[in-house]
């Protein structure tokens, strides 16, 4: 004999990220009832920010806001309202549920799925971070990226005001990446606090370079290539669309 329990629970917010200054991943705890998830008027911001479009992700609890621009590192408040979930009751959100949020202008993202809980906070003019991961290198990369998407030339510049000593090979830097998956190519000058890497990044550091295909991709390696191994980044050959950002890895 098969017992069906009714769904009575509504659903909540669970979280809000940015993407940039005009788009907001705002996700629920269950999958929506997609008419009432994508009318734009269950969705409203302070700060004078207003929202032009809605649309709902695959999984059904991600709902895409595209936004007026917002400002980073101000406090926003996202209310929602009349939002349904697909149980057959139609169980509506709390009245004016609502989620405090603070955009910045990085997006955060776990690479290869670290077991370490990520937590980054809004500085003045600034980050703090705290992340961890294995290494990068090899073809599973393991660590936490905060980027941005970035098309054609651009000139981005990072300052690493302080790197704890949680390991001897915790490592924080800048990396431009042409993909978000681990085993993704990427050119990167990083600050360690081991003595040896400390040498090859500031040697890396004064022109771009990648590890070669052949050599970086080794499943035997787990610190990446050496220096004498490395070859000049040819911006001509490389991919048009590329994702930068600060990384850290302990």
Excluded at 119 to 124: D, G, P, S
Aim: glycine share 6%; proline share 6%.
């Amino acid at each position: 004999m098969l017992t069906v329990v009714p769904d009575t629970n509504s659903p909540t917010l669970v979280s809000v990220q940015n993407d940039g200054s005009n788009l907001l991943a705002v996700l629920l705890s269950e999958p929506l009832e997609p008419t009432s998830a994508t009318n734009r008027v269950n969705y409203a911001l302070n700060q004078g920010v207003t929202v032009t479009a809605v649309t709902l992700a695959p999984d059904g609890r991600t709902v895409n806001l595209t936004v007026t621009p917002l400002a980073f590192g101000l406090p926003h408040i996202l209310t929602v309202n009349q939002v349904r979930d697909r149980a057959a009751a139609g169980n509506v959100i709390a009245l004016n549920s609502q989620l405090v949020f603070t955009p910045g202008e990085y997006r955060p993202l776990d690479i290869g799925s670290p077991p370490q809980t990520t937590m980054v906070a809004l500085t003045t003019n600034g980050q703090t971070i705290t992340a961890g991961g294995r290494d990068i290198g090899g073809a599973a990369d393991q660590f936490h990226f905060s980027f941005q998407a970035r098309s054609g030339n651009f000139d981005v510049r990072v300052r690493l005001a302080a790197l704890s000593a949680s390991d001897a090979w915790a490592k924080a830097g800048l990396m431009a990446r042409e993909t978000l998956t681990p085993d993704s190519r990427f050119v990167a000058a990083l600050a360690t606090r081991a003595s040896a890497d400390r040498s090859s990044s500031a040697a890396a550091a004064s022109a771009p370079r990648r590890c070669p295909r052949d050599s970086s991709r080794s499943t035997t390696r787990t610190r990446g290539c050496v220096y004498s191994e490395w070859e000049m980044f040819s911006p001509a050959t490389e991919a048009s669309t590329t994702n930068v950002g600060h990384r850290s890895v302990r």
